[in-house]
């Protein structure tokens, strides 16, 4: 029984698929650059998250070891002060006199103790405010660019299915209902994001003496023929040889093979001189062998 001859598309869909090519190529360099992105902002909102902690407690810490220093120096002030005093009330004449000044210049040292330790407290609080202040900074302003990769990251994903949905499915030469066809490997790698098979490449050279191996089966080409974008060639699966005659580009060629319930299909997207290129698609529910 003969094959069924398949109509190649009208030429107007040439423009549609490099237009399709172009935005899903745009579509995948994006998704990746924003992946990195994504990865590299919330690395440095980490980073940015411990250096500041560690920071902020350094100088807590730098704080409480000066506080107590000076407290203690206020306290050793207080109790000079106290017995200058008493000794003061207790002398008589010029020693009172002198014990007077002593206390006096005690009492000097004591509010200038106490006004030092208060200005290097609020120093220290100032510099952690600070601190603290262009930490909230910057890190709202990372949480802004994680928010507007994952946006972007959405509009990424929604155009990459808007672009999926826009390819073409067409009936194999087996009769059976193919799946989504690329017409070229940008669009092969956006089939392969989609994940619903496994997806091979392929290069084949009519002048190649042995069959090529492509995932669990082999593959000649017998003829090739570049004007009219039609070739030949052998599919080798369990050692059964089945002839895919004079065949057009962009149709699914297929085939069944002994461990899937659902076809096997060879697409070829380019015809050369004495050469093709095209791409293996298999079932899920199989693993290729190679």
Do not use: C
């Not at 995948?28 to 411990?50: A, C, K, P, Q």
């Not at 609080?125 to 959405?154: C, F, H, P």
């Not at 193919?178 to 392969?192: F, H, R």
């Not at 190649?208 to 974008?229: C, E, G, M, T, Y």
Request: net charge positive.
């Amino acid at each position: 029984m003969s094959s069924p001859t398949y109509t190649p598309p009208p030429s107007g869909s040439g423009v549609k698929t490099a237009l399709v090519a172009g935005a899903l190529a745009a579509l995948v360099i994006s998704n990746g650059f924003m992946w990195y992105r994504l990865e590299t902002t919330r690395s440095e909102l980490n980073r940015l998250n411990d250096a500041t902690q560690t920071e902020i407690a350094k100088l807590s810490e730098s704080t409480a070891v000066t506080t107590a220093s000076q407290r203690r120096t206020v306290e050793s002030l207080k109790e000079e002060l106290e017995v200058a005093r008493q000794q003061a009330n207790q002398a008589a004449g010029h020693a009172k006199q002198e014990a007077q000044a002593h206390a006096d210049q005690l009492a000097k040292q004591l509010a200038a103790a106490q006004a030092k330790q208060q200005a290097l407290v609020q120093s220290q609080l100032t510099d952690v405010r600070q601190q603290a202040s262009t930490a909230n900074s910057k890190i709202g302003e990372v949480s802004g660019d994680v928010s507007n990769v994952k946006t972007e990251l959405g509009s990424t994903k929604a155009e990459l299915e808007k672009t999926i949905a826009s390819l073409n499915k067409v009936t194999g030469d087996l009769g059976v209902q193919s799946g989504y066809i690329a017409t070229n490997s940008k669009e092969l790698d956006a089939l392969k994001r989609l994940g619903e098979r496994n997806y091979f490449q392929f290069t084949l050279h009519r002048k190649d003496k042995q069959p090529k191996r492509v995932a669990d089966i082999s593959l000649r080409l017998k003829h090739a023929d570049k004007k009219h974008n039609r070739f030949t060639l052998d599919v080798l699966a369990d050692d059964k040889l089945v002839e895919k005659k004079d065949k057009n580009i962009n149709e699914p060629l297929q085939f069944y093979v002994s461990r899937s319930k659902q076809p096997y299909e060879i697409v070829v997207n380019e015809v050369r001189k004495d050469e093709v290129i095209g791409y293996l698609a298999t079932p899920k529910d199989t693993t290729a062998r190679n």
